[in-house]
């Protein structure tokens, strides 16, 4: 006969929220577009526990995982479609009001060299969240995507005869929305790239390097200039779609052994 | 002549926040009690960005704080009290509308082996943030102190002969509070100490580890108990000091290759 | 024309070694034995560089990379051949006496919780290196991998009737050899987890809570003892395939906020 | 009566290096030319273990370490002396073959700005070790120092009418030499600083930033001539103190995802 420990009462009778498995990795397939991604995904999965159970059962949260994935042949249709299907089976087992599935993970894209057209891999990282609470219909995304680019002082050259310093940057963009209007990581990438004073590449031929430095010296852009380009552009092409979206840029200075950078939000609901 | 671009309009009217320096590492001593820190923290200072400016000034944000921080003479009574000096410094050479300062640091305390009484040294994470709305006289700051610990299964227990598993875990206690108000490191330490199957420590001679492996098999405690312990202790403790609580609970299970974590909060004003 | 600064003499002639890029995240897709993985690893790609020159070609280095693994429909047999086929294109590209080529990435693969017998995914740390010294035939590989299981303290055991702690480890293997006698990542992770108080798992039901537990308790190891449990395992298998093996094995104590190690090394060539 | 497991035989009769604990964190004070310097360093304290052990016993070693530490008051020449103390004391307590001790911190040290002769502190990474051989009557030291700083692309300049990208970049050295010869922290920060395109700084004010910028246009190096000026100037000064050197050099590419290295060594017994 099992001992059900967690259904017992807690000694402080105090609700606790987003309790579960952390830091769990497991491997997924997806296939949009024809394109499939085999994704190795570190998970979080977590619930709300009332003041009077003393625990979760954490095992229900992994299985309702393992049910849905562990099939080496399933394919899912998407990250968003997966997560709302675990979400569904861990309804089933596990009384819950709030229910949230987080999949950190990186993501390959084809890109080209801007001038000698060669073919690259682009490499971005992406946190992808989607949350049910109870009695509410509808399942809510939130999707975040790291990109890399670069940052030029507007200022050091306007001060220094057209002399500056640049720099590795980080873009990033982060919206929320529903299921059938959550943009593609494509469209948000795009986003991203079109943001900074220059997209980068992993490779680059001495023809690329001249265009991409040239590039760079005409589009001089302080961090906070590339944090309004993600939301600008993201509310350009999204703001029918989503309903917040956020953005961030940090700057690894060249001059300086820190960083600087600038967060902004534009919440569109309502419109 | 210098041209300030920062100064300009920017191409897309929005308005930031949060816009400065990060991952800035610098020294400071702080003493307390007659008991000096040499403390080198990872800072972020950040202010917000009206939209009709195109940057801050970064350049100010950090002479705020190396004026106060640069003498290498010069004490402070506790980093509460530094970082409102730079906040105030900054609010002089720079508009703003809310400025806030992190700092991230490990913190060095005493503490004695449980049965043979050694002296031993035990290290903790700190984060220590304060901001400042402009109007708004007083300073809020927000502490948050992350000590390792361990728990042990009482469900595994329960079904398994008092066979069970245990592991690392890391308890945290955020606090948000006034300067007159806001609890020392140390009792916030405890606190969180005194949540967990046990404490840990840097040295343990036989006789200490037989007495902290029974201690664990006599308290055994799932994330869940950990994290409430550590909110109704805070709430025990400060609830008369504090606004707001958090804890969080991470178990690093000995038996799985994933974490799992519980967490909490208690608001205390309106009391 | 193009001036080739890396062909300049430099200031200071010193002969350099593993210069080239590193950080490079890139896709890749191996299929073996009808199993396919798309792997987005971490690449260093490095080269020596006679005194005499003042730079390398970095982009013939990622060039070289690019080439072989940018198709997106191109299926390599394994890490090791597509790691071969990017340094045969590298030679041929930039004069080089070695060259070395490392991939690190995470791998999952397929187990079974001990006795429920339901599916899981479990995922650990490879990092793969093929390097070609100029003028020798071969090349040569050497494989690191990392899995999660845990310890059971037997001293503490043996002075405390039974009673102990124990807590998660990690197990590290790496192997050194030529193409056809390398062993497989699954051969490897088995000797691992074979070496371990038990195996940990992603999912975990009560009935295999229990299990593991109790051969936790029945199988109690220093971290000594696991290190040498992998060397010893890794001997039997493959000692006539590999010239070099090493184990490392670190125990993330429950008792204590630190960890513990250790490292062993058994050379086979001349066997 | 206490049974010691360590001193039983092992299942697997295997000789294992370099056992110990890792990651401990403690709190030491070293005072050199009147400057005290609070530290916390990451600690790595490993011994040898001879085949006919099951273990070696681990609280010694952290008893030799607290021994010399835990005094609050208890202020130590350098960190290579208390290193030296903690491995005597440990020869007295646990028999070893091979004992070493490696502390990993940060390190402030004052600087000014190079226009504006404003003070900033400014912080680096230290890793020293100190080993002892079993009747070698003398201890050998490796210190290794990591500096930020920056540099220039000559390759671009030269061929896109002096415009070319700029980035971070980390430079590494590392010396090996007895307690009398080993430089100080200050002359191998000296000997990083000076080999970059130019230092960073925490502080810039525009007259500084302009000077900073304009050094790096007269001053472009591959990351290849970064290491080269490492290795070279750090030979100019310690040819005669050290027995090997090694320098690294890695630049965060402004135009690319990813990092470009370059990597040297000399040797100097012998001289």
């Known amino acids: 006969m099992v001992i059900d420990t967690q259904d017992e009462h807690p000694k402080h009778r105090i609700q606790l929220s987003k309790v ?24 979080e999965l977590t619930i ?32 968003e479609e997966l997560q709302i299907h675990i979400l569904e089976g861990l309804a089933k087992k596990h ?5 949230e599935i987080t999949f950190e993970f990186e993501f390959g894209y084809a890109s080209r ?3 000698s057209n060669k073919r690259t891999w682009e490499i971005c990282d992406v946190v992808a969240t989607t949350a049910k609470e109870n009695g509410n219909a509808t399942y809510c995304h939130t999707i975040e995507i790291k990109v890399i ?10 001060n220094n005869e057209g002399l500056t310093h640049m720099q590795r940057a980080i873009g990033a963009l982060k919206v929320v929305g529903t299921t059938e209007n959550i943009p593609t990581y494509g469209d948000m990438i795009e986003v991203i790239e079109s943001s900074f004073s220059s997209k980068t590449y992993s490779l680059l031929k001495l023809e ?3 265009h991409v430095t040239r590039r760079m010296h005409d589009n001089p852009l302080f961090v906070e200039d590339v944090c309004r380009n993600i939301l600008q552009h993201a509310y350009d092409k999204f703001s029918d779609r989503v309903l917040e979206m956020y953005a961030e840029a940090t700057s690894l200075e060249s001059i300086h052994k820190h960083d600087v950078i600038a967060r902004g939000r534009i919440v569109t609901n309502g419109d």
């Open 20 to 43: 579960g498995v952390k830091n769990l990795k497991t491997f997924i397939i997806t296939e949009r577009s024809g394109i499939r991604h085999h994704i190795i995904p570190t998970v």
């Open 48 to 79: 709300d526990l009332p003041a009077e159970y003393k625990g979760i059962h954490m095992s229900r949260l992994v299985e309702s995982m393992t049910e849905v994935i562990s099939d080496e042949f399933s394919v899912h249709k998407s990250v």
């Open 95 to 99: 009384p819950l009001n709030h229910g």
């Open 113 to 115: 060299t801007p001038a």
């Open 149 to 158: 680019g670069n940052t030029v002082c507007p200022h050091c050259m306007a």
């Open 208 to 210: 690329d390097e001249v």
